[in-house]
């Protein structure tokens, strides 16, 4: 078996991945080897795709740049080996993995845990003429998110009751552009790289207006009355919409202004139907 792992290794490192072009967008994979008192003289192969990319000695981290995409991961040493994690990165993105040797009761193997979400690229400076004129609202939509039912069943009571039923839903703060208008703003202004940014501001801008935090959910709760005669069962069916407000941003660079279309969450509401069931 010594024999076969050597072949094998052997025909891994001559199918290494090689560095990446300079022409080839890039993102990069740290795999960091935590401490393990079994196999720490041995190093262990990072697996990109089921190519070895690189090797990472005990208590070391190892720093592998590759194109950016979808990639299946593993860990590999000799014989035993991690499951294989699926993972997306967009270029100039980072993620960071964990591996250690594990000894169960009932068998050895490699974990492989991913740490840390990809770390974002830093985003081009903002164009030092930019500026954010106003937020013009326009009208609130309401759009669907889902039903809830609830069943308040007394056909076997000899008198009525009274139920109070609360009504509860978590929402979180999103806001979106007019992806034709907003490529068209970039093309007219000519941010390029910087486009990035420049929604980043706008969506600050938004945020301050209406107090949202994107990275704060909230809950909606209320209490609803439901009389319930004897010898009956209510039905009770809420209909949960989220609240949309509509409007432009107003940007200007220079001499030029232009509107960027917008919509975010702003709350969300129900209706309600009560059926009486047979």
């Known amino acids: 078996m010594p024999a076969i792992a050597a072949a094998y290794s052997e025909s891994r490192e001559r199918d290494a991945i090689t560095t990446v072009g300079e022409d080839v967008e890039t993102c990069i994979i740290h795999v960091r080897r935590e401490r393990d ?6 190093h262990v192969h990072v697996m990109i ?3 070895s990319a690189g090797q990472v000695a005990h208590l070391a981290t190892t720093s592998l740049p590759i194109p950016a995409g979808t990639h299946k991961v593993q860990i590999r040493c000799g014989e035993g080996s991690s499951a294989v994690v699926a993972v997306t990165i967009a270029p100039g993105q ?5 591996t250690r040797f594990r000894v169960l009761t009932w068998m050895h193997s490699w974990s492989l845990e991913q740490v840390t979400a990809p770390i974002p ?34 056909r ?3 008198a009525n009751v009274v139920r109070v039923v609360r009504a509860s839903r978590e929402w979180s703060h999103t806001i979106t552009f007019g992806t034709d208008r907003s490529r068209r703003t970039n093309n007219e202004f000519g941010f390029g790289p910087q486009w990035a940014s420049v929604k980043h501001t706008i969506e600050t801008a938004l945020r301050d207006t209406y107090s949202n935090s994107s990275d704060f959910r909230e809950s909606h709760s209320e209490e609803i009355t ?6 009956s069962c209510i039905q009770l069916v809420l209909h949960w919409k989220r609240i949309l407000q509509r409007g432009t941003v107003r940007v200007q660079r220079g001499r030029r202004v232009v509107e960027v ?9 129900f209706d309600q139907v009560q059926r009486q069931l047979a």
């Open 94 to 98: 980072e993620i960071t993995f964990s």
């Open 121 to 154: 690229a830093a985003a081009p400076p903002l164009p030092t003429d930019l500026q954010i004129l106003e937020v013009i609202e326009a009208q609130r939509t309401e759009e669907p998110m889902g039903d809830e039912t609830r069943t308040i069943d007394n």
């Open 226 to 231: 439901v009389n319930v005669p004897a010898g």
């Open 37 to 42: 008192v079994q196999l720490f003289h041995r």
């Open 261 to 269: 279309p917008f919509q975010t969450v702003v709350g969300v509401t």
């Open 156 to 158: 076997t009571g000899a």
């Open 49 to 51: 795709d089921g190519r």
